[in-house]
């Protein structure tokens, strides 16, 4: 069945230096790629999603780019920011025999420290 | 406003009793989702239901089931709840199938003691 891996679930960094967080995935489709983040006490929200031809997302600073190849969807900032301290869920959407579906990885937690 | 209500947003319930986890949303989505939010586990798919009374198992449906009358309501029930299903439970709804954005509910706290 499809699945998402996220091999990192706690990630620290000090401000001002890059982000990547590593999302690889498993799916019999072509599925689409998401990135979604959960700030403390909200819900999730999307972060930035792929496209179907070969533009990478970007939203907030942050950026993704889907390889096929490699079945994976890593998320990228050049900087990061204190307000960038989150949990990050990579999910892909596939098909099952009913309809569209959104599977989720485990989640990464972002702590950015001054 | 595009919103994602959940109710009630804190629980606290002995075993044995039935919860009901209720869910509504104002964007005329056809498609809902509830997932159960633990540690480590990520956001794990309970049901998903594709329009009224359309609905579908997902990942983790045991101990749990839904009924969807309307098309904005979408309500998760657990008969006899056990200890194990303590966690935050989350709405979701979105429109279309593959690609398209899910917009979520603040969550509700459920705990079984």
């Known amino acids: 069945g499809d699945s998402v891996t996220q091999t990192e679930g706690l990630v620290t960094l000090t401000e001002g230096l890059p982000v990547m967080l590593n999302c690889t995935y498993q799916?019999?489709?072509?599925?689409?790629l998401f990135w979604y983040v959960q700030h403390l006490n909200e819900a999730p929200k999307l972060l930035l999603k792929?496209?179907?031809?070969?533009k990478r997302p970007e939203h907030q600073g942050f950026h993704a780019t889907l390889h096929k190849s490699s079945s994976s969807f890593h998320l990228q900032k050049s900087s990061a920011q204190l307000s960038d301290s989150a949990l990050y869920y990579c999910?892909?959407?596939?098909?099952?025999?009913?309809?569209?579906?959104?599977?989720f990885g485990g989640g990464t937690r972002l702590t950015v420290r001054p | 406003d595009m919103k994602v209500t959940q109710m009630p947003r804190y629980l606290i319930k002995r075993m044995g009793e039935n919860v009901l986890l209720e869910c509504g949303q104002d964007?005329?989505?056809?498609?809902m989702y509830w997932y159960r939010q633990d540690p480590g586990l990520g956001l794990q798919l309970i049901y998903i239901?594709?329009?009224?009374?359309?609905?579908s198992e997902g990942d983790i449906p045991k101990g749990y089931r839904v009924s969807r009358k309307k098309r904005e309501h979408f309500s998760l029930i657990l008969d006899s709840a056990k200890t194990n299903q303590t966690s935050v439970y989350f709405c979701?709804?979105?429109?279309?199938?593959?690609?398209?954005?899910?917009?979520f509910g603040e969550g509700s706290r459920l705990i079984v003691v």
């Open positions: 979701a709804s979105s429109s279309g199938t593959t690609g398209n954005t899910l917009y």
């Open positions: 799916s019999t489709y072509s599925p689409f």
């Open positions: 792929s496209f179907t031809d070969n």
């Open positions: 999910a892909l959407s596939s098909f099952n025999n009913a309809g569209a579906k959104l599977t």
């Open positions: 964007m005329s989505h056809e498609t």
């Open positions: 239901s594709y329009d009224v009374d359309s609905n």
